[in-house]
T-cell receptor, first 114, second 113 residues
Framework: QQPVQSPQAVILREGEDAVINCSSSKALYSVHWYRQKHGEAPVFLMILLKGGEQKGHEKISASFNEKKQQSSLYLTASQLSYSGTYFCGTEVRDRGSTLGRLYFGRGTQLTVWP | DGGITQSPKYLFRKEGQNVTLSCEQNLNHDAMYWYRQDPGQGLRLIYYSQIVNDFQKGDIAEGYSVSREKKESFPLTVTSAQKNPTAFYLC????????????FGSGTRLTVV
């Protein structure tokens, strides 16, 4: 049930853009995005609830295509503080339940250089 | 400030010993989760609990046990049956659905020698 993330790693110069993709073989209720700095806890960035929805958080935005069970995270004009590992989490629910749980991808390591 | 506290941050145990990792939250969240993180593997779900006195197995529950006697607490026991217990363990909580995102603790790094 683990979603597939790509690419595994991205290296950028400050100010460049990046896209991280996440896809699942399961029907999804929502997709979450988290960023983790080395040795720290993952930090919640955003959640997307419906097909085709897009959300933004400063210069970080994301889209969710419910039909394709895919989500993409867009980082524009990257900053040094964007460095870290990005995880997508896909929400799966048991039949008849309104409570889901997240399955996380293996992560995309983003490194931003000055 | 509200949050999740995991203790200890680092834990060393001899092979064959059971060990319990603590997770306490003061966010009044109903749901709590345990994940294991290994290099290159992402976060894998061990156990989760959506209400007190109830919990469910995740994908890799073998060799682990949990309890949920209080809303605030969700301890994880790594038993001697877990074949490869050395890992980084993360506890998380959420309001009750996944709609609001998870709050993670700072993790416990367990090393079994």
């Amino acid at each position: 049930q683990q979603p597939v993330q790509s690419p595994q790693a991205v290296i950028l110069r400050e100010g460049e853009d990046a896209v991280i993709n996440c896809s699942s073989s399961k029907a999804l209720y929502s997709v979450h995005w988290y960023r983790q700095k080395h040795g720290e806890a993952p930090v919640f960035l955003m959640i997307l609830l419906k097909g085709g929805e897009q959300k933004g958080h400063e210069k970080i935005s994301a889209s969710f295509n419910e039909k394709k069970q895919q989500s993409s995270l867009y980082l524009t004009a990257s900053q040094l503080s964007y460095s870290g590992t990005y995880f997508c989490g896909t929400e799966v629910r048991d039949r008849g339940s309104t409570l889901g749980r997240l399955y996380f991808g293996r992560g995309t390591q983003l490194t931003v250089w000055p | 400030d509200g949050g999740i506290t995991q203790s200890p941050k680092y834990l060393f145990r001899k092979e064959g010993q059971n060990v319990t990792l603590s997770c306490e939250q003061n966010l009044n969240h109903d749901a709590m989760y345990w994940y294991r993180q290994d290099p290159g593997q992402g976060l894998r779900l061990i156990y989760y609990s959506q209400i007190v006195n109830d919990f469910q197995k995740g994908d890799i529950a073998e060799g682990y046990s949990v309890s949920r006697e209080k809303k605030e607490s969700f301890p994880l026991t790594v038993t001697s049956a877990q074949k490869n217990p050395t890992a980084f363990y993360l506890c998380a909580s959420s309001i009750g659905t996944a709609m609001y995102g998870y709050t993670f603790g700072s993790g416990t790094r367990l090393t079994v020698v």
